[in-house]
């Protein structure tokens, strides 16, 4: 529900995708490819309540603008939308009842667009009143728990693993550095394994020192600076370690797992730029009904 391109509106429009609207001229531009193509194109237009990221802002001449886009050829204004700062429930207050006097002069007008909505996942959580028409669910889809989701009731599990696997292992002395800079020294003799993945593929460096990985179900420390393609991590207290033995670099579940949210806190973001940050150059290996469905290679297909 966000910005789309100009030379990808065409792409989209043919394949019949959703768009948001949120200026008179992007909304003639749809119209305009619309009518080309012969196809109506349901848009949602998007309201900026204080967020001042996307959307047409409060103002004595928006009720004009919307009602020019409602009213353009080919298209089918199915929805209009916010989106809550969630600074606290005061601010959010004000931007759910601006939206509602928005909504409420668009109909005192017999604009009457059908589908309203305010929510992401964490506005579901703490506002079961804001719901409206739709929700918009970001982390609930990978099975996180949006901060403050208490209700052990919702059966929530994480969907999202990130593995790798041991490309290589070796024994270290005392003293020895480990990677760029020798940011890491061993203080004694060590094993160490050599992980084909780096912050390419969004193992992120702020991970460098400071992260674990499992392997046969025990923690194992990320020891040097993360590389664009490989990082090392300490084996000594695993045993029986082989090359190619699977690694859990996040995600999971159980006691098996590698916790999103503390990943986050150890690179000082939140758990969706971890995920996000995940590169097309890992495969995408899809389980369903606990088997396996499809693999997406984006490298090689």
């Not at 020019?68 to 606290?88: C, D, Q, R």
């Not at 394994?193 to 193992?203: E, H, K, Q, R, S």
Request: aromatic content about 8%; proline content about 2%.
């Amino acid at each position: 529900m966000g910005y789309t391109a100009d030379e990808y509106l065409s792409v989209a429009v043919e394949n019949r995708i959703t768009l948001t609207i949120f200026s008179i001229s992007q909304g003639e531009k749809i119209s305009n490819i619309s009518s080309g193509l012969n196809v109506i194109s349901k848009v949602h237009i998007k309201i900026d309540t204080g967020f001042n990221r996307l959307g047409l802002k409060w103002s004595e001449d928006l009720k004009q603008i919307i009602q020019t886009i409602y009213s353009m050829k080919n298209l089918h204004v199915e929805g209009i939308f916010t989106h809550l700062a969630l600074v606290n429930r005061v601010e959010d207050e004000k931007q759910y009842w601006l939206f509602q006097k928005v909504i409420k002069e668009l109909e005192e007008e017999s604009i009457n667009i059908p589908v309203k909505h305010v929510c992401d996942s964490i506005g579901m959580v703490r506002y079961p009143e804001y719901h409206m028409d739709m929700i918009r669910l970001g982390a609930f889809l990978y099975g996180m728990r949006p901060t403050g989701f208490r209700d052990e009731a919702v059966d929530l599990r994480v969907a999202l693993t990130f593995k790798t696997k041991v490309a290589h292992i070796k024994s270290i002395e005392k003293g020895e550095g480990v990677g760029y800079d020798f940011s890491f020294i061993a203080e004694k003799k060590s094993k160490i394994a050599t992980l084909p993945v780096g912050y390419a593929d969004g193992y992120m460096r702020c991970l460098s020192n400071n992260g674990e990985v499992r392997i046969k179900g025990e923690k194992a420390e990320v020891i040097g600076k993360i590389c664009m393609d490989q990082t090392m991590t300490d084996l000594t207290h695993i045993e029986d370690v082989n090359v190619g033995d699977e690694v859990i670099l996040l995600g999971g579940n159980g006691e098996d797992s590698i916790e999103i949210m503390e990943v986050a806190e150890k690179c000082n973001t939140n758990r969706n730029e971890i995920l996000s940050v995940i590169s097309r150059r890992v495969p995408r290996v899809y389980i369903k009904d606990g088997t396996l469905s499809h693999t997406v290679d984006y490298v090689l297909d």
